[in-house]
């Protein structure tokens, strides 16, 4: 059994936060991961700017500020895993080894204050994907590359999927302010006038970004009120739900539709809707050439009007849509937190 201890200095949250409510990306794949290595008995610790101590599912969370700033990290681990933050890096000089886990496109390690600690530290860098660890020149600092992708959870992986063809029913699950507004427009132009019936269910807003989506809120609202304006072309504008919920919604959707982005290191929407046999329909931007097999468990467009026709024969055809359905679930289930944590565990001395 090894010590493990986790440093972020984001936004709050703690285990038991995605059981309540809505959560980004990068903090639930924070919370899968620890709870993966506790369950394999590893001692778990996170320290991050949660409220209050706790015990949740075998992990130790505590906040990371005490009297000073960063004053509750403990002094000694196996392995010591610094989440994003450049102030994290050196934290823990008598760990046995650090990491730094990154998940966001990798120029912004470019920055002195990242360059620095690279230098004199030489932590392994976590990459998420292939496209992920291209983002880093060659010539920067740093220790191992090393790509280790989220684990799909197994809420997703594990449920029973739809058992029947889904009414004409599209939904993104994204960030708002990625492309949502030109999937808008896709929608009311090319998608739905071909569709009849069609409906486009949007679950999306600045809850699930606790404070970082607080600070973009009025740029994020602007897109939602163009999505709230699009009622009478069949947008139905949800909002961000939990992630139990979410999983009732897939069951009704026939199709995910995201155009992508350059900043999308991974992709946890898509993934997850893929995982339940969700077709999903993007544009080779980011990562989403690895999250989806292009015609077999969706398409991957090179133009908007290849967006607009796929997502509109995958809204019509049901034997195109049963086949990419069962090809999804075939693929797309294979990776989850217990293979990520293993490739952690690799990393322990």
Known sequence: MARIVFADDGIVFD??????????GVESSLVNLVEELATRG??????????????????DWAPIHGEHQYANIPEEADLYVANRGDKLIDLMPYAKRTVFWIHNP???????????????VHPAIIFIGD??????????????RIVIPYGIPDLFRRANPSLQVPAPRAVFTSNPLRSLDWLLNQWRDKIQPRVPGAELHVFSGSATYGSVGDAKSQTMQKVLDQARALADKGVVLRGPVPKAQLLEEFREARVLLYRGDLNETFCLAVGEAQAMGVPSVVEDLGSMCERVVNGMTGFVADSSENFSTSACR????????????????????????????QEFEKLIP
Not at 15 to 24: A, D, M, N, Q, R
């Open 15 to 24: 285990g038991s936060t995605p059981e309540k409510s809505p959560l980004g």
């Open 42 to 59: 590893h001692e778990v610790l996170v320290r991050n700017m949660c409220t209050a101590p706790s015990l949740h599912k075998g992990v």
């Open 106 to 120: 990798a120029k912004f390690l470019l920055k002195w204050r990242y360059l620095k600690k690279l230098w004199k």
């Open 131 to 144: 496209y992920h660890l291209s983002t880093y020149p060659s010539w920067a600092p740093g220790g191992d």
């Open 314 to 341: 995958l809204l019509l055809d049901d034997d195109l849509w049963q086949t990419q359905h069962k090809a999804a679930l075939k693929l797309q289930r294979r990776w989850g937190w217990s293979e990520a944590a």
